[in-house]
Nanobody, 134 residues
Framework: EVQLVESGGGLVQAGGSLRLSCAAS????????IGWFRQAPGKEREGVSY????????YYADSVKGRFTISSDNAKNTVYLQMNSLKPEDTAVYYC???????????????????????????WGKGTLVTVSS
């Protein structure tokens, strides 16, 4: 069975740090792009960061650039999102998604994945809640 499981969320004060994990089972990351997305209460889901297994390409949304770091441990089939200098506006449910065979770059990748979220074309986890208090 294919699964993505996020963990590491929690409550943290502004300025604090959390590390999220996205553990995959039932498939390997070969030829997948693993993306982190988030959805704040009352807002649409948005892309945060991604890492592409084929060439290691990494991308960050402007809102998290310089504060978040994505990394991958292929031996563990796990992708991490280190989040530093957290702000209250980072409060959201964070999801990871695995997209096969994508060469799209930047926001185009996020748009592509979010457009087809309801069609089951990608693997999604169930999310982990991050709450940043002021």
């Amino acid at each position: 069975e294919v699964q993505l499981v996020e963990s590491g969320g929690g409550l943290v004060q502004a300025g604090g740090s959390l590390r999220l994990s996205c553990a995959a089972s039932g498939f390997t990351f070969d030829d997948y792009t693993i993306g982190w997305f988030r959805q704040a209460p009352g807002k649409e889901r948005e892309g945060v960061s991604y890492i592409r297994s084929t060439d290691g390409k990494i991308y960050y949304a402007d809102s998290v650039k310089g504060r978040f770091t994505i990394s991958s441990d292929n031996a563990k089939n796990t992708v991490y999102l280190q989040m530093n200098s957290l702000k209250p506006e980072d409060t959201a449910v964070y999801y990871c998604a695995a997209t096969p065979h994508s060469t799209l770059e930047g926001r185009a990748f996020f748009y592509f994945v979010l457009q087809r979220v309801h069609y089951g074309e990608d693997y999604w986890g169930k999310g982990t809640l991050v709450t940043v208090s002021s």
